[in-house]
């Protein structure tokens, strides 16, 4: 069992990270400010964007999310300044004193980022980092129909097993094609009646950032319950070894490998939780947890105590980054 190592950092050894006060339940924000900042590539297509002349545009989230991404890059021992943050998606209606799903907070920051920025091209390229291609499978078994559509967030159900799950089982799991018979049938435009199908998904593009939402919170009998059922994943995974029969004839294999860096954590049960992260730093590659404004190095060991199982802080969403190796940030220019 390994232990947790404590780092009071001094600026002679500073990581480059920064905590972030917790202001009137603003955990689930914290956390996922903490896995932005390490999704470098959103903070240097946003230092891009012009945006002099803008400071009384306090509602403009992604101009107030370059302004906190630039500020926990700061040379500082101290939490890093996001009340303004929070209070332009209070004005957006992400309310504080309220508690929030992490996965809606991620997918509303990207929307909001699309719809403020009046620099098209960049934010398009911020939300391709995360595009997924996906394409509806609905093939009746006389003929076939598609349709396509796309997603930010690979959202998946737990594949529950009583001894052991897994990131991969539950991917093949999602892609298997599943087949609609007797009452399930579905109806064929073109055969003109109810066919028997098959049903599912084909993946026809995946992005340089994988973001993977484990659908922990169930519905069972009006009631929302938090999955507590262990599931492990891997620092390195190629996505053609788990979901081939799903992917499209274009892939290569290289665009298939991808390499864990952050992983939002949840605590608790779903009336009570408490979100935190870990992050693997892109200058010295090593893995910190961060919870609120207090920040410290930990190791690989200590990322898969998220697994879960007896224990309730469980892995909640995976981010990836496409390579078979960590790819370490870029130095600052100036």
Not at 124 to 142: F, K
Not at 150 to 168: C, E, F, Q, V
Not at 243 to 256: G, K, P, Y
Not at 273 to 286: E, I
Request: aromatic residues 8%.
């Amino acid at each position: 069992m390994s232990s947790r190592i404590c780092v009071w950092f001094s600026r002679s050894s500073y990581s480059g990270m920064r905590g972030l006060t917790n202001h009137h339940l603003s955990c689930c924000v914290n956390t996922l400010l903490q896995t932005l900042s390490a999704t470098w590539e959103i903070a240097d297509l946003l230092e891009k964007w012009d945006t002099a002349g803008r400071s009384g545009e306090v509602g403009n989230v992604p101009l107030q999310l370059k302004r906190v991404l630039a500020a926990m890059r700061g040379d500082s021992l101290q939490p890093a300044p996001h009340q303004d943050f929070l209070r332009c998606l209070h004005t957006n209606n992400i309310r504080l004193n309220r508690q929030h799903d992490a996965d809606e907070v991620f997918l509303f920051i990207l929307n909001f980022i699309q719809k403020q920025m009046d620099d098209g091209a960049l934010a398009l390229e911020i939300q391709d980092l995360y595009r997924i291609s996906v394409e509806n499978v609905l093939q009746c078994l006389d003929c076939s129909s598609v349709q396509t559509r796309s997603s930010y967030l690979l959202s998946l159900p737990l594949h529950i097993k009583d001894d052991h799950n897994s990131l991969g089982d539950c991917l093949t799991s999602f892609f298997e094609l599943q087949e609609l018979t007797d009452r399930n049938c579905c109806f064929c435009a073109q055969c003109g009646t109810k066919t028997p199908s098959k049903q599912g998904l084909r993946l026809l593009s995946l992005p340089p950032i994988l973001c993977v939402h484990l659908k922990r919170f169930r519905n069972m009998r009006g009631d929302l319950q938090k999955l507590q059922c262990r599931l492990t994943f891997p620092e390195t995974f190629d996505f053609s070894a788990v979901a081939r029969d799903a992917l499209a004839s274009t892939f290569t294999q290289e665009a298939c490998r991808y390499t864990l860096y952050a992983v939002v954590v949840h605590s608790g049960v779903t009336s009570c939780g408490h979100y935190t992260a870990y992050v693997r730093h892109g200058g010295n590659n090593r893995w910190y947890y961060a919870d609120d404004s207090h920040v410290q190095q930990v190791s690989w060991e200590d990322v898969q105590t998220t697994y879960g199982g007896r224990n309730s802080n469980t892995a909640y969403m995976l981010m990836y980054r496409r390579g078979s190796e960590q790819v370490q940030q870029p130095e600052a220019s100036g």
